[in-house]
């Protein structure tokens, strides 16, 4: 008999989320202090973010326990669904084996409030009474402020203005949690100021909202910020979407030939992927592949440098070992608007480096045609995000035809599109256009790149 859908109970919610620093095949080079690019210590954030979350940031533990309050708080929607994907299995006429796991079940429609409650929990914990943060597509966003509303904190949210503009519903979701919600780059923030007056239709990038929301939680003493992406302990709140899905797997009497997702600066793919990771790097098990999906529009794994860069425009966050296209790389306005940044996560250019994640780059217009094939037969419409995943699904699912391989393949569904038809819209009306940066904007963002070498 076929498993299709596994659900698991309440009960089966992870208490503990995984950190794969003890597990990387070499230990990441040191984050690095913004101004005197010296490794960065503990204390060197404490004015930033909460206490729990630095803790979490340096820690080299494999297990660290989930707060009794945050995983009360995630049963509002958690453990979310694994699906197989029957019906696309049989239009692409592929034997393999496609299952995805559903991440738009959460309040906010996608994975982000796996990291967006622990957050807010520990910044509650210090006592702290507001919460910045950045957002591209707006699910980071919404995630902070439904966070933010459970734990009565103030939210206040930089959103890259072309975000701001394709997606107002995402603007009012945050708005109907409490959340107030500013087009970056803004005049409220100096480093909101300064591309203004450089570019004053700049479309914003997550570079420069980040350093809008950084600037804004420095100036306060009852505010911190929360990033989204890119941390590490954003990466291992992230890890309960690839325990919950072993789980699932091991009902369904199955186990991944390939894992793949979408990857900006890399915490959803990161959160399915790390706990698989996990079995291969312990030698537990062995033969599955790991493939990061990317948009040509903004290439940080499959064109970047690996090199030591700022996450901001502004230069004002930790600097840190990543594959990057220049802290000041200005990528195109797609709809992808999560997957923006122009580096990824240390732990996630450390295992691009060894060769134990592939990565890839697609178009947008071939995203678009995956998610509506993925829609007509599972009947799910994901948000463009997702869709670099799905694609990179299909596409595996379609070499397991050619090569006659009963492969299975896992796949993040990281949030729904409910919020994103305008995109659609465009795709179907054949009005929706490819964007690729040309080699010379990327080396010239390069060419800005800190002082502060990787060791060879």
């Known amino acids: 008999m076929t498993v299709t859908h596994v659900v698991l109970s309440a009960a089966d919610l992870p208490d503990h989320w995984y950190n794969i620093v003890p597990d ?6 040191p984050a690095l202090h913004p101004q005197t690019l010296e490794p960065l210590r503990p204390e060197d954030l404490s004015g930033l973010l909460p206490q729990g979350v630095i803790e979490q940031e340096f820690s080299e533990e494999r297990w660290i326990e989930i707060p009794d309050r945050v995983r009360e708080l995630y049963q509002i929607w958690r453990p979310s669904p694994l699906h197989r994907a029957t019906r696309l299995e049989r239009a692409l006429d592929t034997p393999a084996r496609i299952y995805f796991k559903y991440e738009g079940v959460s309040p906010a429609g996608s994975h982000k ?15 702290v009474r507001r919460l910045t943060s950045e957002t591209g597509a707006g699910q980071w966003g919404s995630a902070l402020s439904f966070a933010g509303s459970l734990f009565g904190l103030d939210v206040t949210v930089y959103m890259v203005r072309s975000s701001f503009q394709q997606k107002p519903y995402r603007r009012i979701l945050m708005e109907t949690w409490g959340a107030e919600v500013h087009p970056s780059p803004s005049p409220l923030t100096e480093a909101g100021r300064a591309v203004l007056a450089e570019a004053p239709d700049s479309p914003g990038s997550i570079g420069i909202a980040i350093s809008e929301a950084v600037q804004d939680a420095l100036s306060r003493e009852d505010t911190r910020f929360a990033l989204g992406s890119i941390s590490n302990n ?32 890399g915490s959803g793919y990161a959160g399915l992927s790390y706990p698989f990771l996990y079995d291969t790097l312990t030698g537990k098990r062995s033969g599955t592949r790991f493939v990061a999906v990317e948009p040509d529009a903004c290439p940080s794994l499959t064109r970047g440098t690996y090199a030591y860069d700022y996450p901001d425009t502004a230069s004002l ?54 998610a509506v094939l993925f829609a007509r037969n599972e009947g799910f419409v994901m948000a463009p995000e997702s869709a670099h995943g799905v694609r990179g699904a299909i596409d595996e699912a379609l070499a397991a035809r050619e090569a006659g391989e009963a492969r299975a393949i896992l796949v993040h569904v990281s949030g729904h599109g ?14 929706l256009t490819d964007h690729e940066p040309d080699q010379a904007q990327i080396e010239r963002a390069l060419g800005e790149l800190p002082s502060a070498k990787i060791p060879v």
Not at 113 to 121: H, L, S, V
Not at 348 to 353: A, F, P
């Open 24 to 29: 990387l095949p070499a230990s990441p080079p």
């Open 234 to 265: 954003v990466l291992i709140h992230q890890s309960v979407i690839g325990l919950e899905a072993k789980k699932q797997l091991e009902i369904a009497d199955d186990y991944p030939d390939v894992v793949v997702g979408c990857v900006g600066g």
């Open 317 to 370: 966050g930790p600097v840190l070992p990543m594959f990057t296209l220049g802290h000041n790389f200005m990528p195109a306005p797609i709809h992808a608007g999560g997957l923006r940044h122009h580096g990824s996560s240390p732990t996630m250019g450390t295992l691009v480096q060894h060769g134990h994640v592939q990565a890839r780059s697609v178009s947008q217009t071939d995203i678009f045609s995956a």
């Open 418 to 431: 409910n919020f994103d038809m305008a995109a659609y819209d465009s795709y179907l009306a054949h009005t």
């Open 113 to 127: 409030p796996n990291t967006a409650i622990a957050q807010a929990f520990y910044a509650a914990e210090d006592g």
